[in-house]
């Protein structure tokens, strides 16, 4: 019990106080230029978009993003035969779907597009530094210092899913981090929901 409420607090320190490790001065000199460093690529690459295996130590590159199938437009029944008997919808040649029927809906069609995945993101930034990532936010979350997050520094990064496997951002701050969105990479204010217990610190 004593374990959770102390993540809690923290937690709510990572979040909610204005400053947190804006002033670090556990870092030397060096580390501290070295964090600044992979916190300005990270931000230098704002509006790439996502891309699903995207991304590394060069920049941006191939990777996929799903795109919905678009509507099938309902097409006049040109046979004449008996829909209802065939199990469709009279007027129309398509059968009907009744939700929670167990039919698996259609997998989305993926798309190359040139981005970042969360992981790929966190790879180029700290590649400025000279600090070789692996490449997925899993065996990342493996590296480095665990840290609590009341004790987060910039650079730090934060990971969510068990054991870090569904995403990582970059800590920058006051509560902010930088991510990949489905919109593009963006700064964010950090969320606690799925958060794993730890941030991992890659420069000390």
Same mark, same amino acid.
């Given at each position: 019990?004593?374990? !959770?409420?102390?993540? !809690?607090? /923290? ?7 204005? /400053?947190? #490790? ?13 964090? &600044? ?6 931000? @230098? $690459? ?9 991304? /590394?130590?060069? %920049?941006? @590159?191939?990777?996929?993003?799903? !795109?919905? &199938?678009? *509507?099938? #437009?309902?097409?006049?029944? $040109?046979? /004449? ?18 939700? =929670? ?5 259609? &997998?989305?069609?993926?798309? *190359? ?5 969360? @992981? %790929?993101?966190?790879?180029?930034? +700290?590649? %400025? ?8 936010? %899993? *065996? $990342? +979350?493996?590296? =480095?210092?665990?840290?609590?997050? #009341? ?9 969510? =899913?068990?054991?870090?496997? $569904? ?5 920058? =701050?006051?509560?902010?981090? !930088? &991510?990949?969105?489905? @919109? ?13 217990? +730890?941030?991992?610190?890659?420069? #000390?």
């Amino acid at each position: 019990m004593r374990r !959770v409420l102390v993540f !809690v607090i /923290g937690l709510g320190l990572l979040v909610a106080t204005p /400053g947190l #490790a804006a002033a670090d001065i556990t870092r030397s000199a060096t580390n501290q230029k070295a964090v &600044e460093l992979v916190i300005s690529r990270a931000l @230098s $690459q704002r509006g790439v978009p996502f891309a699903y295996g995207g991304g /590394g130590a060069s %920049g941006p @590159s191939k990777g996929t993003v799903a !795109v919905p &199938e678009p *509507e099938v #437009a309902a097409q006049p029944d $040109q046979a /004449g035969t008996d829909a209802a008997a065939l199990g469709l919808t009279p007027g129309l040649n398509l059968p009907t779907v009744t939700p =929670g029927t167990g039919i698996p809906a259609p &997998e989305p069609r993926r798309i *190359e597009v040139v981005g970042f995945d969360a @992981s %790929g993101l966190m790879v180029y930034a +700290y590649a %400025g530094a000279g600090v070789k990532l692996p490449r997925s936010s %899993g *065996e $990342q +979350y493996k590296v =480095g210092q665990k840290v609590a997050p #009341a004790l987060a520094l910039p650079g730090d990064l934060i990971f969510y =899913g068990p054991d870090g496997t $569904q995403s990582v951002a970059l800590f920058i =701050g006051n509560g902010q981090m !930088v &991510e990949t969105t489905d @919109s593009g990479v963006a700064v964010s204010p950090v969320r606690t929901n799925g958060m794993t217990p +730890y941030l991992v610190r890659i420069i #000390a």
